[in-house]
């Protein structure tokens, strides 16, 4: 696995997500890393990203499999390009669609892993899905439907600067 992250690719101007932006000092900061033909990530909850005594608060299980899945859809993506997954600027991609299961319920205090990989990609679209593990144990499960930036988008916000 490469010691910089996916997202530590992303150009400056599309690195403010509270999920997984560098740049965003309140934001959750996750971290994905290509190995071999998956993206993983690990994250450990706080105790106020609480649902109930013990248990994680589902949206931040969203939150984490939607910024993961898109950080998997930008290194699949490069890839598939034939650029190395540490292309810089990576390609940036927005979620078009998540879609989350939840399996059991996530314990609190325990470190999660994602696992998640590009199921297809057809031009601008990516499909991921991804499992949410706790303990050994699949927790949820989720299928994000990514789509890369428009250059007119990326085109507007390097004019920004």
Same mark, same amino acid.
């Given at each position: 696995?490469?010691?910089?992250?996916i997202q530590d690719y992303y150009s400056d101007n599309f690195?403010?997500?509270?999920?997984c932006?560098? %740049?965003n000092d309140q934001g959750l900061k996750i971290k994905s890393y290509w190995d071999g033909e998956e993206a993983i990530c690990t994250f450990? &909850?706080?105790?106020y990203h609480i649902a109930?005594?013990?248990?994680?608060?589902g949206g931040l299980i969203a939150s984490i499999i939607d910024c993961h899945s898109i950080a998997t859809a930008s290194a699949a993506s490069a890839r598939?390009?034939? %650029?190395?997954?540490?292309?810089?600027?990576?390609?940036?991609?927005?979620?078009a669609s998540l879609k989350v299961d939840y399996i059991q &319920?996530?314990?609190?205090?325990v470190l999660l892993t994602v696992r998640a990989r590009a199921r297809e990609i057809k031009g601008r679209k990516v499909v991921v899905t991804a499992e949410l593990l706790a303990d050994g144990e699949i927790r949820a499960r989720g299928e994000v439907v990514a789509v890369k930036v428009p250059e007119e988008l990326t085109d507007v916000e390097e004019k920004r600067r």
């Open positions: 696995m490469n010691s910089k992250a690195s403010h997500c509270y999920g932006g560098r %740049l450990q &909850p706080q105790p109930i005594p013990g248990y994680v608060y598939a390009e034939g %650029l190395p997954v540490e292309a810089e600027p990576a390609p940036r991609f927005l979620t &319920p996530t314990p609190l205090g």
